[in-house]
C-alpha cells in the first residue's frame, strides 16, 4: 500500500501546501533530503486551533494538532517530490509547542505527528524526534512542526 493509500484509509486528505506567510518555501531537496519549513495547523485554509497548552489547550488537544501540522509537513513533502512513495525514510521531526510557562507535556504533543509519521510510512516513519517549548510561535498556534525525509 503507497503512502497515499495509507493517508486515504486513515480517513484523511493530503492537503494543498498554503503559500508561504513569509521569506521562505514549504520544502527545499538538498541530495537525498528534503527539509521542510514549520508547518501549523491549518486545515483548509483556517487554523484548527490557536492559544497555549496547558492554559487554553489539553495535551490531547495539542496532540490533535501536531497530527495537522504532520499531515501538512507531508503535504509539503510531495510537493517537492510528487510521490510520497519515494519517501525511503523519516530522518527527523522537530516539535515546538507553546505552552503556559508551566506545561511539561511537549514529549505527549509530539506524539500526535510521530504516530502519524508512523501510520502513513510504517517503519519508514520511524524517526529521531526533539519536543521544544516555546514562549510563543507564529499567528499564536500551539504547535509546529518541521521534518526532514530521506527520498530516493
Not at 521569506?23 to 521542510?36: E, K, M, N, Q
Not at 509547542?97 to 505527528?113: I, K, L, R, T, Y
Request: hydrophobic share 45%; with cysteine.
Amino acid at each position: 500500500m503507497t503512502p497515499e493509500q495509507k493517508i486515504q484509509e486513515l480517513g484523511l486528505t493530503l492537503p494543498e501546501v498554503p503559500a508561504p506567510v513569509a521569506a521562505y518555501v514549504p520544502a527545499v531537496r538538498t541530495g537525498d533530503l528534503v527539509y521542510t519549513s514549520g508547518q501549523v495547523p491549518f486545515v483548509d485554509g483556517k487554523l484548527a486551533g490557536t492559544g497555549k497548552l496547558g492554559a487554553d489547550l489539553t495535551t490531547q488537544e495539542g496532540a490533535a494538532l501536531a497530527r495537522i501540522c504532520a499531515l501538512n509537513a507531508v503535504a509539503a513533502v510531495k510537493s517537492e517530490i510528487g510521490d510520497l512513495g519515494r519517501v525511503v525514510r523519516i530522518v527527523k521531526v522537530v516539535v515546538f509547542v507553546a505552552g503556559d510557562p508551566s506545561f511539561a507535556e511537549q514529549p505527549q504533543v509530539g506524539n500526535g505527528a510521530s504516530e502519524l509519521l508512523t501510520e502513513v510510512f510504517g517503519d519508514a516513519g520511524r524517526h529521531a524526534r526533539s519536543a521544544v517549548g516555546v514562549a510563543a510561535l507564529p499567528l499564536n498556534v500551539p504547535v509546529e512542526v518541521e521534518l526532514i525525509a530521506e527520498v530516493s
